[in-house]
């Protein structure tokens, strides 16, 4: 079993800024690619960023030049800095590690609870 523990979601106001972090514990033998999405309401869930194993990153365009993503491998632990933030960034944003579980090294796709991010103008 892989859990996923997020913090860092809350209020502020635009142009503001907060850091999300998540970690991943458990029967972990690697993780692959971590990322973070995003589920305004009444939209489906998106892709915000993603970091490989390596360090390459892949940002949604709303997010490029104003969210940074990166991760503390010896932590399993990924963050996601978000500067100048918008009205339009409110949303639930949720991490997802992909990797495999020790023992078996079978693949797991985990998800966390989800965190409030509300943008106020």
């Known amino acids: 079993q892989v859990q996923l523990v997020e913090s860092g979601g809350g209020l502020v106001q635009a142009g503001g800024s907060l850091r999300l972090s998540c970690a991943a514990s458990?029967?972990?033998?690697?993780?692959?690619?971590m990322g973070w999405y995003r589920q305004a309401p009444g939209k489906q869930r998106g892709l915000v960023a993603i970091i490989a194993r390596g360090g390459s990153t892949n940002y949604a365009d709303s997010a490029e030049g104003r969210f940074t993503i990166s991760r503390d491998n010896a932590k399993n632990t990924v963050y996601l800095q978000m500067n100048s933030l918008k009205p339009e960034d409110t949303a639930v944003y949720y991490c997802?590690?992909?990797?495999?579980?020790?023992?078996?090294?079978?693949?797991?796709?985990?998800w966390g609870q989800g965190t409030q991010v509300t943008v106020s103008s």
């Open positions: 997802n590690v992909k990797g495999r579980k020790s023992t078996t090294h079978f693949s797991f796709d985990s």
């Open positions: 458990g029967s972990i033998f690697s993780i692959d690619s």
